[in-house]
């Protein structure tokens, strides 16, 4: 529930795209749970937790890919957002499969989240008594946090984009959210993980 990168996201989404964009990023960070979970279950997430080179590169790629999102969304704030004539944001801005993918490489190139299943999966299993479905599951309820939360999280943001349905508001929802997003990309490239 802490703020990070995905709640920045979605915010930055909604009051660019349909509701249901918001709902494709969320798959696209669950679906992530379930890829960093298995890399935890199977070992190979302590591999790049201990090469301090992929955990460099993972690291420099989401720090540049959360910076680039914050950049394109100034700039769009910059030269103006597609609207329709209410003043509301275009539909067809990004399709579902896009917004997807973009919520997917989100957490996929955010090396806490790598470490936060490092930190959790082997206090809760037991070598050689916990098989691998066991420690999966402790992934879906993850997930399944994560969605309920996120879900009321777009819910609500959907009615307020709603409410103020001026451009010019728009404008600076996005400059702000596109801000925190370069904000917490230079704080990636700067992260230190404790040893």
Known sequence: MSPGPSRVFIAWTLPTSVQAAGFANLAGFVADF??????????????????TA?????????????????VTGLLSAWYGIQTTGAGKPAKGRRTLLGAHVEGLL???????VSMCYLAAQPQSTMQGKTTAPASLLLVFIHSMIKAVWSFAMILQLSHLTAIAQNGSFHRWLIVITCVVFIGYGAQLATYKPDT
């Open 34 to 51: 379930y890829f960093h979970g298995a890399m935890a279950v199977l070992g190979l997430s302590l591999i790049l937790v201990q090469s």
């Open 106 to 112: 989100t957490n996929t190139l955010n090396p806490k």
């Open 54 to 70: 992929a955990i460099a590169i993972v690291k420099y790629l989401g720090a540049a890919y959360i910076c680039w999102m914050g």
